[in-house]
């Protein structure tokens, strides 16, 4: 117990040390939060019409922000296998910041979730016991299910981590191997859950395509390392934190094999559309170029297949691999490629046109970005913090683990 | 049935352990320091198929006194459930539809749909002869305008342009904005109104989280509005878009308020929940018929047991030509299109 209290009380010491870029992010990241709980409070009180969503458009920004960071959540597991099952030495240090990550983000994806109902209040009706869970026939119960779950597994994993890091011991195979085998099973459903949510309507035939769970698996797999390669060099910069450039370009060849799956079974898909050319087409369709003369996905899209491309070539040529700056550019390219296609470019064209034909041009509105603001804002804060109390355990010379 | 009872069993037990009941008694009192005792009670309320008896009557007097203070009226909440050997099928003529919209305006009159942000049950669609049924080519905003923008004037084109008026028809006929051009039927065209198929296989049963829709023996899909989270799964899972969201308060006249409600079908609904068509379920369990089906000037609609062989809905079913929407995905509507010429 006591030693409960004394890791606790070095946490928020460590928490109220850092510099002037700490105070300046930490204060930034406040001033968003308070900024996305004011909109979010015109939310409550006028309702979610204050979004730019309608019936016809019935998931807009919020959801489509959600399917992003349910991939960024489960990518951390692709760290977790070779580090862990492998004993593989040069990526071994990373693996505990891919679990922060993962954490993070599913707080992002609890928020983005929360804010999207339109009775937040009556969220515990989604509870067994207290409410009635229409399990397991709803995907969206069995989602609430699997991401809490490895919501938990990855907080348990990281607490006991920094916990022996604290107490100065080195952690137990025993206790931790068992977790981490766990957590990668549990990484998979997550992202196979979230992707059958979409897939088992039949009503919208842009989403009911069997590719969609792989496609969403593969681009995980891009998403979550790219935005781990760039805060490991931030970190590396900020605090002294030693991450090998091998380790780096490890990562990055990781993610060219996972882009190479994702832009095949993404061309499978193109190719099914446009050469059967049934009416299904239409929403495969909206994607890529302007339906009616209306709709927008396809001005981003566009430049978000080409990033995605660019990418895929700078981390599969080893010269640009292990350039530090076209390594960064290709993180960079594949964020902004996997984001588009796996957040707006998947909700849109799939609700696109309606089911009874209509083309309603949706955007979101400023309250929708300022609360999507303030939700990313606090997953930053959080996995700042988390960071923060990682950096010690990280920096301290510590041995292989014993068997 | 079975799972709802094993559900009320199971939270009895959880209610029953006295731990768990100091607990929520104590975080419940601070939770609710600001909340008067109706909010409370609305937050504590069980789902529908869990309440009966004294629970059941304190809930609905709760809700008329709800009504009591918005509208002037409490109104009777009627909660008859299903008649035995009945399954309800509703029949519609397309080859006598004519697209006025008349069962439009009745279904908003008769279940309380909210004017502002206006919501309306049935979508009538017009389609050229020569598409058939073809999604791709429906225009539900045939009127007024003829479908085309250009002829607009600019009060229409603010109707139009706000997203949340599905049917500017509705709110026209109140700015007494009559358009010259709208004449239905328009030469090579037909209509279809579409509101919810009543599926047997119903899609967004399956998507709902909480189970805060489902089917009655009858053959309804409802909603309990006070147990509904407002995720909106089951409005991406429905393949008709029947199903409609309060994206703000309802804003219902006290004038325009029917008091004569059922728990399941037109009771007033509140913000952030999904609401749909119900056949009329205060109506249709009392034995009368939809307020569409009496409406229509035509004759299109028709409505009847399913079960009763000698029922008219039989009568077409078996001598007509009968279209089913989208019977591709097989969801098995209980709402069956048919040709009567």
């Known amino acids: 117990m006591g030693n409960i209290l004394q890791f606790l009380k070095t946490c928020f010491s460590l928490w109220l040390k850092g510099g002037r870029y700490y ?15 004011i909109a979010y409070v015109d939310q409550l009180s006028q309702g979610l019409m204050v979004t730019n969503m309608t019936d016809s458009i019935c998931w807009g920004f919020y959801i489509g922000n959600f399917t992003f960071l349910v991939g960024v959540a489960a990518a951390a597991v692709m760290l977790v296998i070779p580090a862990y099952i492998y004993q593989w030495e040069p990526i071994k240090e990373v693996v505990l910041l891919g679990e922060l990550l993962a954490v993070s983000a599913l707080v992002m994806c609890t928020l983005f979730v929360s804010v999207d109902i339109g009775r937040p209040d009556r969220v515990l009706h989604l509870l067994p016991f207290i409410g009635t869970p229409n399990f397991p026939l709803s995907l969206l119960a069995w989602d609430i299910l699997v991401l809490n779950f490895y919501f938990f597994l990855n907080l348990v994993i990281v607490i006991y981590i920094l916990y022996c890091g604290h107490t100065g011991r080195h952690y137990k195979q025993w206790i931790l191997v068992p977790l981490v085998l766990l957590s990668i099973p549990a990484a998979i459903s997550i992202h196979t859950v979230t992707a059958f949510l979409y897939n088992g309507m039949a009503a919208r035939p842009f989403w009911n395509a069997s590719i969609l769970a792989p496609r969403f698996l593969a681009s995980a797999f891009c998403s979550g390392p790219a935005v781990l390669l ?21 990562v990055a060849e990781l993610m060219a094999y ?39 996905v396809h001005y981003f899209m566009w430049p978000a297949l080409i990033a995605s491309l660019v990418a895929f070539l700078l981390f599969l040529i080893p010269r640009t691999r292990h350039n530090i700056y076209t390594m960064n550019l290709g993180c960079l390219l594949i964020f902004f490629g996997v984001y588009t296609e796996k957040g707006m470019g998947l909700v849109i064209p799939g609700l696109t046109p309606d089911t009874l034909g209509e083309i309603y041009v949706y955007s979101p509105s400023l309250t929708e970005y300022r609360v999507a603001a303030g939700v990313f804002s606090v997953g930053f804060l959080v996995f700042t913090l988390l960071v923060k109390l990682a950096i010690p355990y990280l920096n301290q010379p510590h041995e292989s683990p014993s068997h | 049935m079975n799972d709802s009872t094993r559900s009320e069993i199971s939270r009895r037990e959880f209610l029953s352990s006295s731990a768990g009941t100091v607990l929520a008694g104590f975080s419940l009192s601070t939770l609710f320091a600001g909340c008067s005792k109706e909010d409370i009670e609305a937050f504590l309320q069980k789902h529908f198929t869990e309440l009966s008896g004294e629970d059941l009557q304190k809930v609905l ?4 006194k709800e009504n009591e203070k918005k509208f002037g009226k409490g109104g009777s909440i009627d909660t008859s459930p299903a008649m035995k050997n009945v399954l309800f099928g509703y029949g519609l003529d397309i080859s006598r539809c004519i697209g006025c919209r008349r069962c439009v305006h009745a279904c908003v009159k008769e279940n309380n749909q909210g004017r502002e942000p206006a919501i309306h049950w049935i979508r009538v669609i017009e389609f050229p002869k020569e598409a058939g049924i073809d999604f791709a080519e429906a225009n539900p905003y045939y009127c007024p305008s003829a479908g085309k923008e250009s002829n607009l004037n600019s009060a229409q084109k603010e109707i139009l342009s706000d997203p949340l008026s599905q049917y500017p028809l509705y709110r026209e006929d109140k700015k007494n904005n009559t358009d010259a051009q709208c004449k239905v039927p328009r030469p090579e065209h037909f209509y279809v109104p579409i509101g919810c198929q009543q599926c047997k296989n119903p899609p967004c049963v399956k998507a709902c989280p909480t189970k805060a829709t489902w089917s009655e023996p009858d053959g309804i899909v409802v909603i309990d509005y006070n147990w509904c989270i407002g995720c909106r799964y089951c409005m991406a899972a429905c393949p008709y878009g029947a199903r409609h969201f309060n994206w703000a308060e309802p804003k219902l006249e006290p004038a325009d308020f029917n008091p004569s409600m059922h728990y399941l079908g037109n009771r007033p609904r509140s913000r952030g929940v999904v609401e749909k068509c119900t056949f009329c379920i205060q109506r249709t369990r009392k034995g009368l018929y939809p307020v569409c089906v009496e409406i229509c000037p035509v004759g299109a609609r028709k409505f009847g047991n399913l079960l009763d062989p000698e029922s008219e809905i039989r009568y077409l079913i078996e001598n007509k030509r009968v279209l089913i929407l989208k019977n591709e995905l097989a969801t098995h509507p209980k709402f069956f299109y048919f040709y009567s010429m």
Do not use: C, P
Request: charged letters at 20%.
């Open chain 1, 258 to 296: 996972a882009m190479f799956i994702n832009l095949f079974l993404l061309g499978a898909e193109m190719f099914k559309e446009y050469y059967s050319n049934t009416e299904h087409l239409i929403y495969t369709h909206v994607l890529f170029f302007s339906v009616a003369g209306k709709t927008q």
């Open chain 1, 230 to 250: 760039i805060l490991f060099q931030i970190l590396r910069k900020m605090t002294g934190l030693k991450i090998r450039d091998a380790a780096l370009a490890k």
């Open chain 1, 23 to 37: 105070w300046t992010w930490m204060v930034f990241l406040v001033v968003l939060i308070i900024s996305g709980l």
């Open chain 2, 61 to 64: 007097r709760r809700l008329e």
